[in-house]
């Protein structure tokens, strides 16, 4: 079981470069979701799903945008990379109803 | 406010101290209530879980619930360098059939050898 795995570790964008951010689960969870992390405001909450075909808004989505096509991928695009996208982003998976939540390694993203 | 407040610290206390981490909450809809672990450049990891309030013991760690006050706690006996971590709270409660995760901000914590 590799459980969540995530692609790049590590990725620099300069200002209006897209990208987008792999994540994948092997544990066939029905909820995903993406976290970025900043200094001194813990983990907020970007988008998330359900399941396959249904996504939702999560506490801060401007500017990023997801689809899930199958149970395992939950790809973030960024469209238009800001400054204020610097951060650690990390992506999570668990059963629906269940509350242990699986992180990915997450991904150190810089935009100059 | 904040649903979830955590003092992101930093803590700092030499090692084989007892540590207490603490978070607040304002929500009483809450059920469940954890403690995730996150070391440096990592993910976090769930490092304890509880449901009801009182008292949940593993090994060296307690994780403490008293839901009349909207406070939980995690105790960490005879602290180790290895403790050396970000602490966060999480808690959760029902939505349409699906658990809503909220976390509170973090709590460094350095265990000094």
């Known amino acids: 079981n590799a459980g969540v795995t995530q692609t790049p570790k590590f990725q620099v964008l300069k200002t209006g470069q897209s990208m987008t951010l792999q994540c994948a689960q092997d544990m066939n969870h029905e909820y995903m979701s993406w976290y970025r992390q900043d200094p001194g405001m813990g983990l907020r909450l970007i988008h998330y799903?359900?399941?396959?075909?249904?996504?939702d808004q999560g506490e801060v989505p401007n500017g990023y945008n997801v689809s899930r096509s199958t149970t395992e991928d939950f790809p973030l695009r960024l469209l238009s990379a800001a400054p204020s996208q610097t951060s650690v982003y990390f992506c999570a998976s668990r059963r629906v109803g269940g509350n242990e939540q699986f992180f990915g390694p997450g991904t150190r993203l810089t935009v100059l | 406010q904040k649903e979830v407040e955590q003092d992101p610290g930093p803590l700092s206390v030499p090692e084989g101290a007892i540590v207490s981490l603490n978070c607040t909450y304002s929500?009483?809809?809450?059920?469940?209530f954890m403690w995730y672990r996150q070391y440096s450049r990592k993910g976090p990891e769930l490092l304890m879980y509880t449901y009801s309030s009182g008292n949940k013991e593993d090994g060296r760690f307690t994780a403490q619930v008293d839901k009349s006050s909207k406070y939980i706690s995690l105790f960490i006996r005879d602290s180790q360098p290895s403790d050396s971590a970000t602490y966060l709270c999480a808690m959760s409660r029902a939505i349409q059939g699906a658990q809503k995760l909220v976390f509170g901000q973090g709590t460094r914590l350095t265990i000094n050898p």
């Open positions: 799903s359900v399941g396959a075909g249904i996504t």
């Open positions: 929500n009483s809809a809450f059920q469940y």
